[in-house]
């Protein structure tokens, strides 16, 4: 059972829409499997972070994949997050770290590079998929995910996202927000937002200080202003399996399956997300250029 959760929330009478997470060990899954280090982690645990508060937004069997690409050493960030909860991510170059930055923190920015694009991409039960895309602004994934929202959908938003990693590469803490703003808000509202934001302490350290999901949105827009509506919980879970590769492989074609058997005797296979392998043998590869026959 996960202590990881999302609440969501309304405020000022239903005029903001709000979420908050806590995913400390959803990221220290992907951090133990995929063995990062501090600021990939950060980089990763990040944008997990916003994915998952993403996945929430959608409903029943919908899901979505968030591509980071900012051209820096740390390569592309992948996450995918379905409405349930369920998160899972990758780097391609998990073990970059940085020396700490000026301000005395990771450098994400650094790892990330700021040359390249967010891209989302929702799968939401239809024959086509929905597809938006930002450049990035700064490479530190809160500012990222704040001009996608109001580039790519027209949402005015604010996105925090803090990942805090122990002396051991070990997850301390991991959470964020994202606060977004109805059509049909009035100015005054907006202003007493805006202004929160500027005023609040940085989410990493609310995080640090034990603040729940709830506690960290009151800390911004004040408890008498929030209402809550439900609680979700959120995990690490990759949806991977033997018969999913097995089509995979299947789709490779007849040629490329008869070169597995002659040069390996067979194929395994690892899944990038969660990093379980899977073997096939000779006699099921032979199986699938029969069943294509």
Not at 65 to 90: E, L, M, S
Not at 115 to 130: N, R, W
Not at 235 to 258: M, P, R, S, W, Y
Not at 260 to 286: P, Q, T, W
Request: proline share 3%.
């Amino acid at each position: 059972m996960t202590n990881d959760y999302i609440v969501k929330a309304l405020a000022f009478g239903g005029q903001i829409r709000a979420y908050s997470a806590l995913t400390t060990e959803s990221v220290q899954e992907a951090q133990t499997r995929h063995y990062t280090w501090p600021t990939a982690s950060a980089a990763l645990g990040r944008t997990m972070t916003a994915t998952v508060m993403m996945g929430a937004m959608l409903k029943d069997d919908q899901k979505l994949t968030v591509t980071v690409d900012g051209k820096g050493p740390i390569g592309k960030i992948i996450a995918d997050a379905d409405a349930k909860g369920n998160i899972r991510g990758y780097v391609t170059n998990p073990q970059t770290h940085f020396p700490l930055n000026d301000a005395g923190k990771l450098d994400v920015s650094r790892a990330v590079g700021s040359e390249g694009a967010l891209t989302v991409v929702k799968d939401i039960g239809m024959k086509d998929f929905f597809s938006g895309s930002s450049e990035l602004v700064s490479g530190e994934l809160g500012d990222d995910f704040t001009y996608y929202f109001a580039k790519s959908e027209q949402v005015p938003s604010s996105v925090g996202l803090g990942v805090l990693v122990n002396p051991d590469n070990s997850i301390k803490a991991a959470g964020g927000f994202i606060i977004q703003v109805m059509p049909a808000a009035d100015d005054e509202t907006v202003d007493k937002l805006e202004a929160a934001i500027n005023q609040m302490t940085p989410v990493s350290k609310l995080i640090d200080q034990g603040l729940t999901p709830e506690e960290i949105l009151f800390e911004i827009l004040g408890e008498e202003n929030v209402q809550l509506l439900e609680n979700l919980p959120t995990q690490f879970d990759c949806n991977c399996g033997h018969e999913k590769f097995l089509t995979a492989i299947k789709g490779l074609g007849e040629a490329e399956i008869q070169d597995m058997i002659d040069k390996d005797h067979g194929a395994e296979v690892e899944c990038h997300f969660c990093r379980n392998k899977y073997n096939f043998s000779e006699d099921e590869l032979h199986g699938l250029i029969e069943k294509s026959n």
